[in-house]
């Protein structure tokens, strides 16, 4: 079964399926500052998104990202299998009208509608050749959204994985995978976004791909890089929490987390395994709401605003910065957490 908004294959619960290889995707190998700044020259280039960014972390206390996209998409309208992205173009005021929604319930860095933007993915649906059209427009919306909030939050471009399985174990080689995101992040930098933000990765060679294809046209970009983590607490490409925050922070990830998976207890332990292992990271929590149920042909979410809320304290106890949700949650499970932040 698959779910709607990200495309992952959900297992029920309690299955387990086998053990996937474990791939260290060059850990061993030495960082390029070429093609990975280092934190001095990402601040020398960063220019006012970089002095957004900082200042937002400057605040005291714990930040509050958005929640689901395609979730709010789907209620208003978009059937399975339709291109989100298009609604960039098709249906702004709607998409529009969900950023604003997450900005009122308190986010403060909220992710563009192009997290499928990616040439390949958008090859699915006969829109290779719209890239840079789609991914322009999502921003901008963000963009506009925001300004006319006032300007306290931060626009980050969402990039999701690429559709394709990394070489050798599957077609999609390096050089290829990194022209792919480099392309979508040229299009959501053109848009204005502040942050870039990879999102939903299993394969750190993909998520190694993707920052170099940010960095390549945007090299002082804030960038921010969750991975995705199962019921074994790991990803499914068999990475551990202990091995992603290692490999993200190397590869100049400005923070780093997880997001999507079964919902927030099997998040907690993995934002914790990263604290350990990356003592001095920015952390991110973005998990779904609770843990996905099969319904005829969809994908439902069923934890409460409530739940959400309490888990989001727990997330925060265990090391978390920026915390937010993801498929399954919505304006009001945001507003119920952001509640609960304020009284911690």
């Known amino acids: 079964m698959t779910d709607e908004e990200t495309g992952r294959v959900v297992r029920p619960a309690g299955r387990r399926g086998p053990r996937p290889e474990r791939r260290a995707a060059g850990l061993d190998e030495p960082v390029d500052p070429a093609l990975f700044p ?5 601040r020398a280039q960063g220019g006012v998104a970089r002095a957004r960014w900082e200042a937002l972390l400057a605040e005291s206390g714990p930040l509050l990202a958005d929640g689901a996209m395609g979730t709010m998409l789907f209620a208003a309208g ?18 529009r009208a969900i950023h604003r929604a997450y900005l009122e319930a308190g986010s403060r860095i909220l992710l563009t509608n192009t997290f499928g933007g990616n040439r390949l993915r958008l090859a699915m649906h006969g829109l290779a050749d719209r890239v840079t059209e789609l991914d322009r427009a999502g921003a901008e ?3 506009a959204e925001v300004d006319a909030a ?5 626009v980050a ?5 690429s559709g394709a399985i990394m070489a050798p174990m599957g077609s999609l080689e390096h050089d290829e995978a990194v022209e792919v995101f480099a392309e979508q992040a040229a299009a959501l930098v053109a848009g204005g976004v502040d942050v870039v933000w990879v999102e939903t990765m299993s394969d750190l060679a993909e998520v190694k791909a993707a920052i170099q294809g940010v960095r390549r046209v945007a090299p002082g970009i804030p960038l921010v890089a969750t ?21 993200l922070r190397a590869w100049g990830a400005d923070a780093l987390g997880g997001n999507c998976g079964n919902g927030p207890d099997e998040l907690i332990p993995v934002v914790a395994a990263m604290r350990e292992a990356a003592p001095g990271a920015v952390l991110v929590a973005k998990p779904n709401a609770g843990v996905p149920v099969v319904e005829g042909a969809r994908v439902v979410y069923r934890a409460t605003p409530a739940a959400m809320a309490a888990d989001a304290l727990l997330l925060r106890g265990a090391g978390a910065t920026f915390l937010g949700g993801c498929c399954g949650s919505s304006p009001t499970h945001l507003a119920a957490m952001a509640e609960a932040l304020r009284e911690e």
């Open 150 to 154: 006032g300007g306290g939050a931060l």
């Open 78 to 95: 978009l059937q399975s299998g339709d291109p989100p992205e298009a609604w960039n173009v098709e249906r702004p005021d709607a998409v």
């Open 141 to 143: 919306l963000l963009r």
């Open 157 to 161: 471009g969402d990039i999701g994985p």
């Open 227 to 247: 991975m995705t983590f199962d019921t074994r607490g790991n990803t499914m490409m068999g990475v551990t929490p202990e091995q992603a925050a290692r490999a």
């Open 38 to 42: 280092d934190l001095a020259t990402r």
